[in-house]
């Protein structure tokens, strides 16, 4: 495009943007999977029945995790418990033993994951369409003050109730404020660093779910962990003059002026003396007539019959993709072994994933690389079912081949999503379909669960078999590889039509319609 031609494809000035939107992904993956730590699986022991009186020889007894206890010494009559001592040697205080989430209330920490999961979904359609309406960057700054307020009126829980709500909005603002992020980061780059930023962007992730397990180890009291990842968000307020508007954005509002002192802003720290050519150029001439427009809605995408298509198989995908990620990392606390080196082991292998989804989104493509580690994380979950009860090690090792092949698949969802879709309403899709996802991760603490009221085979089943169908829809998808990002809703409509590794000519800028 011609704004990458006055400004550059990728500089200085898209590398702090890069680095900025890095680090709250870093932050957002703290948030969003604490929960693992401020409410892990805690043995206990009954100390108090309901009749008042101590369980006998409390002290001695191990933490045997029982619910009901005899009535008397050498009763036979059980009644249920009402108070809990838990084990605190590997871990502090926690929300499960703050407000006793076990026996009959141990259904409330999946609960607790899943309304967490609500907020990311309300988000995902709320701020999308907030986005492409008003603009990336104002959008950006209400998600973020929505996240940092609510994440310190956590640390004044006093009830369970009130925890889970705050979390809840917690989760509504950050995750507007990392999808933005993602679309921001792909509307500043040229068309040869794309597919790079698309994937490096989300390696924040990765860097996230590891160091979190250093963060947890030294603060294992749930309050002084809220609290210090309630501090890691503050520095973002700072990077606020590095957040710039959308170039593209403005580009298909047609705010010349606004576009014309972003170029002239981003060139100058790329190095670029290209402030006469600016005021020149035909495209900024071209866009005067866009100015003003009604921007364009999620309603247009379906009533165009590819988009259509396109984005209920892109939502599938995504509550696919999000049910199995979320499986897979929120249960690390059931596999065998240190709960803190499982959760290490299944951020670790994110990746060489992500290694392997550049080496092949760059040889095969999206389509292919996508399918392919679906199929291969689908496989790994149905091995699982003939695995021996006293093979751990090797259940847990399927375990982790699913934990890479899903990261490498929800990597390149990411990606894939945000180039079939155009500028107009890329931001909108994106969030909806990201919303679609939020199906899969309310569901997916409730997996184990699942595998408790019906057959221990069950999560592990539907998990290939999910894995398996979107895969096989994923064959439906158009190839992006080599293609530009579309404008205009026509663009998006005939994306798959043009020769492989074609470019679009945007010498002059169609109106969104």
């Known amino acids: 495009m011609d704004i990458f031609d006055a400004m550059g494809s990728f500089g200085r000035w898209q590398l702090r943007v890069f680095l900025v939107l890095l680090y709250l992904n870093v932050v957002g993956m703290w948030q969003n999977f604490s929960i693992v730590f401020l409410?892990?699986?805690?043995?206990?022991?009954?100390?108090?029945?309901?009749?008042?009186?101590?369980?006998?020889?409390?002290s001695a007894l191990l933490f045997d995790n029982r619910c009901e206890v005899p009535q008397g010494e050498n009763s036979s009559i059980l009644e249920p418990c009402t108070e809990w001592e838990y084990d605190i040697s590997h871990t502090s205080q926690t929300i499960v033993s703050e407000w006793d989430l076990v026996c009959g209330r141990e259904w409330l920490v999946s609960l607790a994951k899943s309304i967490y999961m609500i907020g990311f979904l309300l988000s995902g359609f709320t701020f999308g369409q907030i986005s492409d309406l008003v603009g990336r960057f104002p959008t950006m700054i209400m998600c973020y003050c929505i996240t940092l307020v609510c994440m310190f009126l956590t640390l004044l829980s006093n009830s369970f109730i009130m925890f889970v709500?705050?979390?809840?909005?917690q989760a509504f603002g950050r995750a507007g404020a990392t999808t933005i992020g993602y679309v921001l980061i792909m509307e500043i780059v040229g068309l040869k660093h794309q597919t790079e930023m698309g994937i490096f962007i989300q390696v924040g992730w990765s860097i996230g779910f590891v160091s979190l397990v250093?963060?947890?180890?030294?603060?294992?009291?749930?309050?002084?962990?809220?609290?210090?990842?309630?501090?890691?968000?503050?520095?973002?307020?700072f990077a606020?003059?590095?957040i710039p508007e959308s170039p593209r954005w403005l580009l298909t509002r047609g705010k010349t002026e606004k576009l014309k002192r972003l170029l002239i802003k981003a060139a100058?720290?790329?190095?670029?003396?290209?402030?006469e050519n600016i005021k020149n150029f035909d495209f900024?001439?071209?866009?005067?007539?866009n100015?003003?427009?009604?921007?364009?809605?999620?309603?247009?995408?379906?009533?165009?019959?590819?988009?259509?298509?396109?984005?209920?198989?892109?939502?599938?995908q995504w509550v696919v993709n999000s049910f199995l990620y979320y499986a897979l990392s929120y249960?690390?606390?059931?596999?065998?072994?240190?709960?803190?080196?499982?959760?290490?082991?299944?951020?670790?292998?994110?990746?060489?994933?992500?290694?392997?989804?550049?080496?092949g989104i760059k040889q095969w493509g999206r389509r292919p690389t996508y399918i392919s580690l679906l199929l291969v994380g689908g496989a790994s979950c149905a091995a699982i079912l003939p695995v021996p009860a006293d093979m751990t090690w090797l259940s847990t090792t399927f375990a982790m081949v699913g934990k890479f092949c899903v990261t490498g698949s929800f990597g390149i969802l990411v990606l894939y999503t945000a180039e079939v879709f155009p500028t107009g309403v890329r931001n909108v899709t994106l969030g909806s379909c990201s919303m679609c996802a939020r199906i899969g991760s309310i569901s997916a603490p409730f997996l184990r669960d699942l595998g408790r009221v019906t057959h221990a085979v069950v999560p592990n089943s539907l998990s290939a078999f999910l894995a398996l169908t979107s895969g096989l829809l994923a064959l439906l998808l158009p190839e992006t590889r080599g293609l530009d990002l579309p404008d205009t809703l026509q663009e998006g409509e005939d994306l798959g039509k043009t020769t492989k590794g074609a470019k679009k000519d945007n010498t002059h800028l169609e109106t969104v319609t």
Request: charged letters at 20%; hydrophobic letters at 50%.
């Open 165 to 169: 709500i705050l979390r809840f909005f």
């Open 284 to 289: 900024l001439k071209d866009i005067k007539e």
């Open 214 to 237: 250093g963060v947890a180890w030294f603060f294992r009291n749930w309050f002084w962990l809220q609290l210090v990842i309630t501090l890691s968000f503050v520095p973002f307020a």
């Open 39 to 58: 409410a892990p699986n805690m043995d206990f022991r009954c100390v108090q029945p309901s009749t008042g009186k101590y369980f006998p020889n409390a």
């Open 268 to 275: 100058t720290v790329n190095g670029r003396d290209v402030e």
């Open 240 to 242: 606020f003059s590095i």
């Open 331 to 359: 249960n690390t606390n059931d596999l065998a072994g240190n709960a803190y080196l499982n959760f290490f082991i299944a951020g670790l292998v994110e990746f060489p994933s992500y290694v392997v989804v550049f080496w």
């Open 291 to 316: 100015e003003g427009k009604q921007s364009t809605t999620l309603m247009e995408v379906l009533k165009m019959t590819k988009m259509r298509k396109r984005f209920f198989n892109m939502a599938y």
